[in-house]
């Protein structure tokens, strides 16, 4: 078949090579401006746009996909079906009529659960033991469409979002390609989604990171692996008279069976030791990063900040 591959981000990649390398003609890759794609968070440099030009491929970059103006350019190329993946902007209606069968999309979770732009972050923020990747059959309404295909793999107890994301993504490759193979076939049965089971993942802000101490320990932990490698997890050390340090937390340890302290509190700091109370139970940081500087292991920053037992940890 004919494809016109949709995409900006590294979870589209695999995917676009998967095309490259099938018996499918991708006729181009509509991808973001290059402004677009330097401004977005995480800061990446366009690595769809990079496998295009590597491979040849034509790469249109239009500022909205859905103008007249671009239409008129995406019509002639007389796709098959749009294979859209990470891209950044939504398609319209007209956009998707101007593929023969439309448009199919790769997402990052078990659709209906965590629709938005970062599902995979969300996921391992509420506690989710079991993820995967899902292909839709695309409607303009955002991750919405019938279900196509899905396959689901666990979440590993210290996977962090980016370490997920590698594995989902190259989930998704091999089921881009059998579901093409179904369509040229014929053979696609898409199933509604239901609606009533949806959960919303939104684009990530930086004060997703911002940690609530009076949530449980585990919560927290899930928060530090979900935020990476952005926007990563932050709090306060609310030292003394002297203005609250803001400290990024590097991967942390859940501790139980230690005296109940009010949440945000220190309850150790000696050694390789950093304990600070939670809602349920406390964490250990494994290493912290004081605004402006380096990353440190936790005896390397207890030894340049004298954190103290009985200090709190909480918002500026």
């Not at 981000?9 to 490259?20: C, D, E, I, S, W």
């Not at 690595?47 to 002639?76: H, Q, W, Y």
């Not at 093409?180 to 509604?192: K, N, S, T």
Request: charged share 20%.
């Amino acid at each position: 078949m004919r494809i016109v591959m949709v995409g900006t981000g590294p979870f589209a990649v695999p995917t676009f090579r998967g095309l490259l390398g099938s018996r499918h003609e991708v006729a181009a890759l509509v991808t973001v401006p290059l402004r677009l794609c330097r401004g977005r968070r995480p800061l990446v440099e366009c690595p769809m746009r990079g496998v295009a030009e590597e491979s040849g491929v034509p790469i249109l970059d239009p500022e909205n996909v859905n103008s007249p103006e671009f239409l008129s350019r995406l019509t002639p190329l007389a796709a098959d079906v749009l294979v859209v993946c990470d891209y950044g902007q939504i398609l319209s209606r007209e956009a998707l009529t101007c593929a023969r069968l439309g448009g199919i999309n790769l997402h990052g979770s078990l659709l209906p659960k965590y629709r938005g732009a970062a599902p995979i972050a969300w996921a391992i923020y509420h506690g989710e033991t079991v993820t995967g990747v899902t292909i839709i059959h695309m409607t303009p309404a955002v991750d919405a469409g019938p279900c196509i295909a899905q396959a689901s793999t666990p979440i590993e107890p210290e996977e962090t979002a980016a370490e997920l994301e590698e594995r989902l993504r190259r989930l998704g490759e091999p089921l881009v390609l059998q579901v093409l193979d179904q369509l040229e076939a014929g053979l696609v049965e898409a199933i509604p989604q239901n609606s009533g089971l949806a959960s919303r993942a939104p684009r990530l802000k930086k004060t997703d990171g911002l940690v609530d101490w009076t949530r449980p320990a585990a919560a927290i932990k899930n928060q530090v692996r979900a935020m990476e490698p952005w926007p990563k997890t932050h709090t306060f050390w609310r030292r003394g008279a002297g203005e609250p340090l803001r400290l990024i937390l590097g991967p942390v340890e859940v501790v139980e069976g230690l005296p109940a302290a009010a949440p945000g509190t220190v309850i150790e700091a000696a050694g390789d030791r950093l304990v600070i109370a939670a809602g349920e139970g406390a964490v250990r940081p494994r290493s912290v990063q004081p605004a402006g500087k380096r990353a440190l292991s936790v005896d390397e920053f207890l030894r340049g900040y004298p954190v103290r037992p009985g200090e709190r940890f909480g918002p500026e």
